[in-house]
C-alpha cells in the first residue's frame, strides 16, 4: 500500500515537472518568436492585419465584394498636419511616455466601472499593437498581449516608426485603411498635402470610422475636429526624442 501511494506521488512530480517543462519551452518559443515577428515589422512594413481579413469576411457575408483600399507613405513624406492631429486627437503624450499613458487608463477604468459610456485610455503605442499584431475586442487576455506588444514596438522601433505603422495601417472607413487611402478617399488628394483641418477631421472619425465620415460631419464630429484642432495649436511643432 506504501509502495502504491509513493509510486503515485512520484507520478504526480514525474508529471508536473514534464508540464512546466512544456509550459516553459512553449513560453519561451513564443518570446523568441514575437520578438523577432516585432524585429522584422520594423524594416517591413506590415502588408495585412487580422482586422482588414475579418472585414472582409464581414462585407462578403453581406454580399459586397472585397475591399482594401491602402497605400504605404513613409512618415517623413506625410503632411505635418496629419502626424500633429494624430498625436491631437488621439494620444497628446505620445511623444514623452513609454507606451502607456497610466492617467488616460484609470480615467476610463472609472468611467467604465461607474458603467457610463465605455472609453478608451488606448495610446497611439497601444492602438499599433493591436492593430498590427491581435484581433479586434474586449477582452483581457487581448489586452494582455497587447501590454506585451507595446512593450515590444516601444524599445524595438522607436516613437517614429510606431506613428508611422498606425498611421499606414489604422481603419478609417469602410475597406479603407491608412492616411493616403484616406486622404483619397475623402479629398482626393495625397496625405501629404492634406490641411490642418482636413487631417483633423479624418482624425475626429476615428472612434468609429464605419458610422462617420470627414465628408459629412455630424456635430459630434465636428465638435472632435474643434477640440483637435485647439490641440494641434497647444502642441507646437512635433519633435521626436
Avoid at 516585432?38 to 464581414?58: D, K, W, Y
Avoid at 512593450?151 to 472607413?173: A, D, P, T
Wanted: with cysteine.
Amino acid at each position: 500500500m506504501a509502495a502504491k501511494k509513493k509510486n503515485s506521488i512520484n507520478l504526480k512530480q514525474f508529471t508536473l515537472k514534464k508540464l512546466s517543462v512544456i509550459i516553459g519551452r512553449v513560453l519561451l518559443w513564443f518570446f523568441l518568436v514575437s520578438v523577432l515577428w516585432v524585429l522584422a515589422f520594423r524594416f517591413i512594413n506590415p502588408p495585412i492585419t487580422l482586422l482588414m481579413i475579418m472585414r472582409n469576411i464581414e462585407r462578403k457575408s453581406d454580399g459586397k465584394t472585397f475591399k482594401t483600399e491602402k497605400e504605404w507613405v513613409k512618415l517623413d513624406d506625410m503632411s505635418p498636419n496629419m502626424k500633429r492631429a494624430a498625436i491631437a486627437g488621439e494620444d497628446q503624450l505620445f511623444v514623452h511616455h513609454s507606451g502607456f499613458d497610466m492617467k488616460a487608463i484609470s480615467r476610463a477604468y472609472s468611467a467604465n466601472k461607474d458603467g457610463g459610456k465605455i472609453k478608451g485610455g488606448s495610446t497611439i503605442s497601444q492602438q499599433t499593437a493591436k492593430n498590427v499584431f491581435l484581433w479586434p475586442g474586449r477582452s483581457w487576455i487581448r489586452k494582455g498581449f497587447e501590454a506585451y506588444f507595446t512593450v515590444l514596438i516601444e524599445f524595438l522601433w522607436g516613437k517614429q516608426r510606431i506613428l508611422e505603422v498606425y498611421l499606414n495601417v489604422i481603419e478609417m472607413g469602410d475597406g479603407i485603411y491608412g492616411a493616403e487611402a484616406a486622404a483619397q478617399s475623402y479629398y482626393g488628394k495625397s496625405c501629404r498635402n492634406l490641411t490642418r483641418s482636413e487631417a483633423a477631421y479624418i482624425v475626429a472619425c476615428f472612434p468609429n470610422p464605419l458610422r462617420w465620415t470627414p465628408v459629412h460631419p455630424t456635430l459630434y464630429i465636428r465638435h472632435r475636429h474643434y477640440q483637435i484642432m485647439q490641440n494641434i495649436r497647444r502642441l507646437g511643432p512635433l519633435r521626436f526624442k
